[in-house]
């Protein structure tokens, strides 16, 4: 390698690469397992290069013992592999959501593939999901992505030590985030469900021998997916606004 490249030149390319393939193994869209391993590699190889320039002047200098190349390349792959989980955390506002949904229109068995997940999900939250990666290529904002990688080598920088009580509260308060997005997103359904529940008891208890269940399940459905349709352009843009606000966390450094 001497000829092509010096020592400390191969040192950075492979911790830079350890970082960009851990970011794209969770990456949204980018890092599905839908997509063969091959060209995930050979994606993230192609980001490293271009990242490359810009994380040189960031990068430790190459250390003396094994041990230590080691632990650099360990601590890359968990700072990548946080990032990662960071980004692909949001995207469950849009499964709590569909859940919510399928819960309150009587759908919940209604189990379909979801091709973010490694079992079938309702369909409601397979159908947001599928949605959310729609909106993230139709809006650009996996370009946004590559500002977050370069912006990760300023906010974390190589060299230091692992941001172990940071990360940990990163991912809480993402997780909390998520969940309590996906009920607002949810709430014009919650509160449909609500009232027309408490609607069919009362004609349950004025008129017991009418046979609510029958007139109330397919009623539920019907309402519950029109006013979930009416609501779907407000859902796609607040979740697609609250994921971009996400990354320009990790982008701001670039």
Known sequence: ????????????????????????MLLPGLGEATIPARVRTGLALMIAICVFPIASPHLPPMPDNPGALEYALVREILIGLMIGAVLRLMLSALAVAGEVVSLQTTLSFAQTANPMEAQPTGSVSTFLSVLGLALIFATNLHHVFLSAIFGSYSLFPPGHNLPLADSVG?????????????????????????????????????????????????????????????????????????????????????
């Open 1 to 24: 390698m001497g000829q092509y490249a010096t020592a400390f030149q191969v040192y950075a390319a492979g911790l830079v690469f350890a970082r960009v393939a851990a970011i794209m």
């Open 170 to 254: 990163l991912a809480i308060e993402t997780v909390s985030k998520s969940f309590a997005l996906g009920i607002q997103m949810a709430a014009p359904v919650i509160v449909f469900g609500l009232v027309f529940n408490i609607a069919s008891g009362l004609i349950g208890r004025l008129m017991p021998q009418f046979q609510i269940y029958f007139v109330a399940s397919p009623l539920s459905v019907i309402f519950g997916l029109s006013i979930f349709a009416l609501s779907l352009g407000t859902i796609g843009m607040v979740w697609i606004q609250r994921y971009r606000e996400l990354i320009n966390s990790f982008a701001g450094g670039s």
